[in-house]
């Protein structure tokens, strides 16, 4: 596997705080993967994510200890531009940082600010609003935009710098069943193309219809637990015990299955 991102033994707690809020984490992430990332509220998900792209700890300031090397090269060493380019995050309420007048302009922002020259920010605004189905609407108005609508353009603003990888916050709030089955397409379509999938998420059974290739289970700012979707939603009394609803299928499954055994020692 080519990792693309490798966090070794971080920690980091947040300035005027006393709690770290990620204790001694070492993961690896690689290209052409979904990866979902589950936990309570306070088990260090999001703060996982800002390691990654150099929000920690470039603007966010603590106590960092151990590294975060994104292509091999750490974090600290390198600015939140330059890391950009690298790992692309999609916030949790992202349209509250638009500001362009329209969908275009605000995808061609993000590759313009970090230098492309002008043609290769026009290729890269419509390949971008084409791959999440927006180019018919890229004269309008971000805020005319639908709730769904709006969450594919925030993906698109990312994917037209280009990283290797997009990191997403809680991407399927406030969103209904069609915009989460279209999110769905994008991410599969993304990985297929090569492109590495970071998804923190409360909601499981959106996680377990995404199919991702790896989940971790943060609790307390540690890894709790790591593995396929079915190893780790199988374990729906770890599950408990970290605050997360099991999917539906699986519940249902466990539940099935003891019905069958209820059955099978009422028939000796």
């Given at each position: 596997m080519n990792s693309l991102i490798k966090i070794e033994n971080a920690s980091?707690?947040?300035?005027?705080?006393?709690?770290?809020?990620?204790?001694?984490?070492?993961?690896?992430?690689?290209?052409?993967?979904?990866?979902?990332?589950?936990?309570?509220?306070?088990?260090?998900?999001?703060?996982?994510?800002?390691?990654?792209?150099?929000?920690?700890?470039?603007?966010y300031r603590g106590e960092m200890r151990g590294r975060v090397l994104v292509d091999g090269v750490d974090t600290r060493d390198a600015s939140v531009a330059q890391l950009a380019r690298?790992?692309?995050?999609?916030?949790?309420?992202?349209?509250?940082?638009?500001f362009s007048e329209t969908v275009e302009e605000e995808v061609s922002f993000g590759p313009r600010s970090i230098g492309m020259s002008e043609s290769e920010v026009s290729e890269s605004a419509r390949s971008s609003l084409e791959e999440v189905g927006l180019w018919e609407v890229r004269k309008r108005s971000p805020w005319s935009l639908s709730g769904g609508e709006m969450k594919r353009l925030s993906i698109a603003c990312i994917l037209a710098m280009r990283p290797s990888f997009l990191a997403l916050d809680e991407p399927t709030i406030g969103q209904d069943a069609l915009s989460k089955d279209s999110l769905t397409k994008i991410l599969r379509d993304l990985r297929s193309e090569g492109r590495g999938i970071i998804v923190v998420t409360h909601d499981l059974d959106w996680l377990s219809e995404l199919d991702p290739d790896e989940v971790v289970v943060l609790n307390r700012g540690s890894v709790y637990r790591k593995g396929t979707p079915g190893e780790v939603f199988s374990d729906?009394?770890?599950?408990?015990?970290?605050?997360?609803?099991?999917?539906?299928?699986?519940?249902?499954?466990?539940?099935?299955?003891?019905?069958?055994?209820?059955r099978s020692i009422g028939n000796v």
């Amino acid at each position: 596997m080519n990792s693309l991102i490798k966090i070794e033994n971080a920690s980091f707690r947040y300035e005027g705080t006393d709690r770290f809020a990620i204790k001694d984490v070492s993961i690896e992430f690689d290209r052409g993967r979904i990866y979902g990332v589950v936990g309570p509220n306070g088990s260090g998900k999001s703060t996982l994510l800002r390691m990654m792209n150099g929000l920690i700890p470039h603007f966010y300031r603590g106590e960092m200890r151990g590294r975060v090397l994104v292509d091999g090269v750490d974090t600290r060493d390198a600015s939140v531009a330059q890391l950009a380019r690298k790992v692309g995050l999609v916030f949790q309420n992202p349209e509250h940082m638009f500001f362009s007048e329209t969908v275009e302009e605000e995808v061609s922002f993000g590759p313009r600010s970090i230098g492309m020259s002008e043609s290769e920010v026009s290729e890269s605004a419509r390949s971008s609003l084409e791959e999440v189905g927006l180019w018919e609407v890229r004269k309008r108005s971000p805020w005319s935009l639908s709730g769904g609508e709006m969450k594919r353009l925030s993906i698109a603003c990312i994917l037209a710098m280009r990283p290797s990888f997009l990191a997403l916050d809680e991407p399927t709030i406030g969103q209904d069943a069609l915009s989460k089955d279209s999110l769905t397409k994008i991410l599969r379509d993304l990985r297929s193309e090569g492109r590495g999938i970071i998804v923190v998420t409360h909601d499981l059974d959106w996680l377990s219809e995404l199919d991702p290739d790896e989940v971790v289970v943060l609790n307390r700012g540690s890894v709790y637990r790591k593995g396929t979707p079915g190893e780790v939603f199988s374990d729906l009394r770890g599950l408990v015990m970290s605050q997360l609803i099991p999917p539906v299928p699986y519940l249902i499954e466990r539940l099935c299955g003891r019905c069958l055994d209820v059955r099978s020692i009422g028939n000796v």
